[in-house]
């Protein structure tokens, strides 16, 4: 059985970091492209960050750019979601997600939408609040 488990939430104050993991079982990454989503109470889901899959290409969404950094460890099976300079408007579920993809395929040079994704999360809390 497929799964990706994430883990890594929890509460921090504005300006705190924390690093989201997001181990997958029953299948090795290496040969999926992976992404981070997020979705806040009230608001639709949205693209948070993607890497593909040899780790050569990544993207981020404009508000989370030079303060999230999105890796992988194929060796581990994991991709994280470092999160620094974290701010109320980053309180949300995080969700990781894969979807293979071909060697040399573009997918991440733009942040892709959820429906380009397989293979799902079930998400960890993130909450910014002092």
């Known amino acids: 059985q497929l799964q990706l488990v994430e883990s890594g939430g929890g509460l921090v104050q504005p300006g705190g970091s924390l690093r989201l993991s997001c181990a997958a079982s029953?299948?090795?990454?290496?040969?999926?492209?992976l992404g981070w989503f997020r979705q806040a109470p009230g608001k639709e889901r949205e693209g948070v960050s993607c890497?593909?899959?040899?780790?050569?290409?990544?993207n981020y969404e404009d508000s989370v750019k030079g303060r999230f950094t999105i890796s992988r460890d194929n060796a581990k099976n994991t991709v994280y979601l470092q999160m620094n300079s974290l701010k109320p408007e980053d309180t949300a579920v995080y969700y990781c997600a894969a979807v293979r993809t071909m060697p040399g395929s573009s997918f991440c040079r733009t942040l892709p939408r959820g429906y380009q994704f397989t293979n799902w999360g079930q998400g960890t809390q993130v909450t910014v609040s002092s």
């Open positions: 029953g299948f090795t990454l290496d040969n999926y492209a």
């Open positions: 890497i593909s899959r040899s780790g050569g290409s990544t």
